[in-house]
């Protein structure tokens, strides 16, 4: 659907110029919900932007549909309004002399087809409705709460049933709450509509719960894509593994390479850790890696566990209880590991507790970079 | 708005700001009448050897730092006591102070003459006749030009020192009374020094007026046989006894035009330097207010002095003069003699002609510029094209260009391409000198205003499938709306009173109100003037009080080129 291949972005200033955006390719079907995420300054608006026509890059392709919107070759550029295109952004950029029914209208009455007064109220009526503001239509749009402000820019973005939704960090200025609130609508209307969507976000957990899949940018580049799971659970990075959520390293050597059981042994400060090896994937003996371990993916006991292997033995450093979980620093000889307990189990300051590493959660990362 | 239009906007302000000044020298080099074809002289600078040049130059300078010596007096002490003390009617005195801008500076001078003129002056006529004393004020001498001048440019002092003190931040005046040092040295040893960069500002921008005023050395300069520069290229355009030398007004404009542009370009930097200089502690800060005690029946009487000064003297002896046949002493006998006689010659076609023309230029001109300033601060502001702060210091040239020479050149123009150029003797080719003038008014505060507007907001229209030019007319548009109507309406009242370059481009038919004023008082004709006078302030009155109604902050801009 849209199509993005080798983007360069530059930007150019009498200080300094800033490469934001180095050779981006990715590739979405309709309907997709397609996330770019990375830290500020990763370049992922800045692609987005790209995208909407309100950038203009210096090399690469966009296209969307049939259609090449930019390429640097062919010196092809389509300004922003013939992209048919919707778009939400971070200040929602609502129009304060308009109201609600205007806002969500404009997109309309500005397209180039040509709309009866009765389609237009009817479009502008089911936009609303589906955001729940249908009430609100003729409020003027100042008087408007952040959380109205952003479905009126959703609704305003839907309106004229663009070809592809851009999101970018629309709910960054919500609170917490409302946030969480909105990512569960925009995924159900999203799909509802199966509009190709792209949504822009430093929040992991937000592009963890709402996308089809992830790109995880880092400098101007795509580090990593893959579904959310994928991106989550078995990382091919350490930078993905790192940005996404929170994660234990272990630097080490693999002994043996896959065995009969279907695990790598790999030697790291810790001991020989076994590890889950996925499907495709393949590492020599001999090679240094990192193998990446979740805080939740540890089993804490105090109680000696059962398993056979990956268990050690070390010191509770130190416990915070946090509701739905407790997290616990343990130390294994110099290490310290990041754990997450049952929020039950009673810990000690410096009790003697078990760690158990289960090997599908132990993820070789190829390589230390990063 | 396609590139296309965007080049053409540039195209065009290029024209409309390179034009004069490309045409001031090319007249200094054509021998005689305007022409495209040679020869070509030297000759005419040949004014750079005469004395009376130098003499002229000096008389301008001298003009000017006199005149702003004055604005200053009442400008400075006024401003500090607004701003930074407890007197009364503060809102009354700032309005007050801003439709002082809009007075025309010659009903001043006119009200002045009538006043001070040594032989016919009311006041002189008192003083020396009935009360038998020696003659010691007289209107028509340097001091009595620069009174009159500096009187007029006493608001553009009073704002630009109102935003030094505003910005001020207070604990530094508070740390002097902390340490127990008084009002009036802290005044002297904190107060001024730190206002220097805003106050070498308003010096440097109100020398640039000095230098260029045409009114105050038309009315009083004239017949006191003191002339300066802007009067001298009036008077040689216009030349009754033979051809109009416009050899010799190019090269003069030539060497008026060099010292003016040389202020100018000072006065940037100062400005510059004055940002960084500036005092924004970022904190909500009340200023700490100067409790005047009995000391604001000082502060007060002085403001009603410098209100008494610059609108009650003049505008009474206007008033009194407009209903005597001659200039005499407000008497018994007097009054017998008062009648509304010269009112009736507003019913004369010249008065009715010019009537239509004000009213074409003051609703025209401010259009053009707005709509013009629009264009140029949206290319400025937003777009990406090259070469577009080239653009925006294009439009500030004509700070630098006095209005004369703006209305001289114009002139030319018209008369050596009159085909393509068809406003000789027109009002068309006075609102196109006031758009060329005020362009840098207009750019200054539309940069301002949509400088402001979050990009997002253009940005979202763009994605929504708005073309740049909907953008601009349904987004910023309306977004900018209120700045966009105060700049109008300013540029509305200050057309009402231009005059400057109306008396220079009047020929004959394209007399507008404030013209007819000029003309008749040429004439001697007092009475009718002044009453055409009486109507002019009256109806600027009634508009500056609507305006005002309508909720538009009259006078609040700092940089105005009046």
């Known amino acids: ?370 | 708005m396609s590139y296309r239009v965007a080049v053409a906007v540039a195209f065009l302000v290029a024209i409309l700001v390179l034009a004069p000044l490309v045409t001031i020298g090319w007249m200094s080099f054509v021998p005689d009448l305007p022409t495209l074809r040679g020869p070509y002289t030297l000759s005419n600078f040949s004014v750079l050897a005469e004395k009376t040049t130098y003499q002229l130059l000096l008389n301008s300078v001298i003009f000017s730092v006199l005149t702003l010596v004055i604005a200053l007096f009442f400008g400075f002490p006024i401003a500090w006591l607004v701003e930074r003390t407890d007197i009364p009617f503060k809102l009354t005195i700032r309005s007050l102070v801003g439709m002082t801008i809009l007075i025309p500076t010659f009903l001043q001078a006119i009200g002045w003459v009538l006043l001070l003129s040594p032989t016919i002056g009311i006041m002189n006529q008192f003083l020396t006749k009935t009360l038998n004393l020696p003659l010691v004020m007289n209107v028509y001498t340097m001091p009595g030009m620069a009174f009159v001048q500096g009187l007029s440019f006493m608001p553009i002092a009073f704002f630009m020192l109102s935003a030094v003190f505003a910005n001020m931040d207070p604990a530094l005046e508070e740390a002097a009374y902390a340490n127990r040092i008084g009002g009036l040295k802290t005044l002297f040893r904190v107060t001024v020094p730190l206002s220097w960069p805003g106050l070498l500002a308003a010096i440097i921008y109100m020398f640039m007026l000095g230098m260029a005023v045409l009114e105050v050395p038309l009315i009083i300069g004239l017949p006191g046989q003191i002339h300066l520069f802007s009067s001298r290229v009036f008077t040689l355009t216009r030349a009754s006894s033979s051809v109009p030398q416009y050899g010799v007004v190019g090269a003069t404009s030539v060497v008026f035009l060099a010292v003016s542009m040389m202020a100018a370009f000072y006065y940037s930097k100062v400005i510059r330097k004055s940002y960084r200089y500036a005092v924004v502690s970022g904190k909500g800060y009340r200023p700490r207010l100067t409790e005047l005690g009995p000391w604001k029946w000082v502060g007060g009487g002085f403001v009603l002095v410098y209100f008494s000064l610059s609108i009650v003297f003049p505008f009474i002896s206007l008033i009194w003069m407009s209903l005597v046949p001659y200039i005499q002493v407000p008497s018994i006998d007097a009054l017998s003699s008062v009648s509304l006689g010269a009112y009736r010659y507003l019913k004369n076609q010249m008065v009715i002609e010019s009537l239509a023309n004000t009213a074409i230029l003051i609703f025209t001109a401010p259009t053009l510029v707005i709509v013009l300033s629009v264009l140029v601060s949206w290319i400025v502001v937003r777009s990406t094209m090259p070469g577009k702060l080239t653009l925006d210091r294009l439009a500030t040239i004509p700070l630098a260009i006095p209005n004369i020479i703006i209305a001289v050149a114009l002139m030319y123009i018209a008369l050596i391409a009159g085909p393509f150029f068809p406003v000789y003797g027109t009002v068309w080719i006075l609102v196109v000198a006031f758009a060329i003038s005020h362009i840098t008014f207009g750019t200054r505060t539309l940069n301002a205003a949509m400088i402001q507007i979050h990009k997002d907001l253009e940005e979202a229209a763009a994605v929504s499938g708005a073309p740049p030019a909907r953008v601009l007319r349904r987004i910023m548009v309306p977004l900018i709306w209120g700045p966009l109507m105060e700049g109008w309406i300013w540029l509305f009242l200050l057309s009402f009173r231009e005059v400057t370059m109306a008396a220079t481009l009047h020929i004959t038919d394209n007399a507008v109100l404030s013209t007819v004023v000029w003309v008749l008082w040429s004439n001697g004709e007092f009475d009718r003037a002044a009453a055409v006078s009486v109507v002019l302030a009256t109806l600027m009155g009634v508009v500056a009080l609507v305006a005002r109604l309508i909720g538009t902050q009259i006078g609040g801009r700092t940089t105005l080129k009046v």
């Open chain 1, 1 to 370: 659907m849209l199509t993005v291949t080798e983007l360069d972005k530059t930007y150019t200033s009498e200080q300094r110029t800033h490469q934001a955006v180095r050779g981006i390719s990715f590739d979405t079907r309709k309907g997709e919900f397609y996330t770019l995420l990375g830290p500020s300054g990763c370049g992922k608006s800045t692609t987005l932007r790209c995208i909407a026509g309100l950038e203009k890059p210096e090399h690469g392709e966009i296209s969307i549909g049939k259609e090449v919107v930019f390429s640097g070759f062919r010196k092809i550029f389509v300004p922003s309004h013939k992209r048919n295109l919707g778009m939400v952004f971070q200040s929602y950029a609502i129009w304060p002399h308009m109201t609600v029914f205007d806002n969500v209208a404009f997109p309309l009455v500005s397209g180039e087809r040509k709309l009866s007064k009765e389609q237009i109220r009817e479009r502008v009526t089911n936009a609303l409705s589906l955001v729940k503001l249908d009430s609100l239509a003729s409020q003027p749009a100042p008087l408007l709460s952040g959380g109205q402000q952003q479905r009126v820019a959703l609704a305003r973005a839907l309106a004229h049933q663009p070809e592809v939704l851009l999101l970018d960090e629309p709910l960054s200025n919500l609170d917490a709450k409302l946030r969480e609130e909105m990512r569960v609508q925009i995924r159900i209307l999203t799909r509802r509509l199966d509009v190709t969507t792209i949504y822009v976000t430093h929040d992991q957990l937000e592009a963890l719960q709402m996308s089809d899949r992830i790109a995880v940018m880092h400098d101007g580049r795509i580090v990593e894509e893959g579904t959310p799971k994928q991106i989550y659970l078995s990382p091919r990075t350490a930078y993905t593994a790192g940005f996404v959520g929170r994660v234990n390293f272990f630097e080490g050597l693999v002994r043996t390479s896959q065995s009969e059981d279907g695990m790598a042994r790999v030697e790291t400060s810790i001991g020989v850790l076994a590890c889950h090896v996925p499907e495709g994937s393949r590492h020599s003996p001999g090679e240094k890696v990192l193998v990446a371990v979740r805080p939740e993916g540890i089993v804490l006991s105090v109680d000696k566990p059962e398993a056979s292997v990956n268990v050690f033995r070390g010191v509770l450093e130190a416990s915070m209880f946090a509701g739905d979980t407790q997290d616990c620093i343990v130390r294994v000889d110099h290490q310290e590991i990041q754990v997450k307990a049952d929020p039950l189990t009673d810990l000690p300051a410096n009790a003697s507790v078990y760690l158990h590493l289960p090997p599908a959660r132990c993820v070789i990362i190829r390589g230390l970079a990063g």
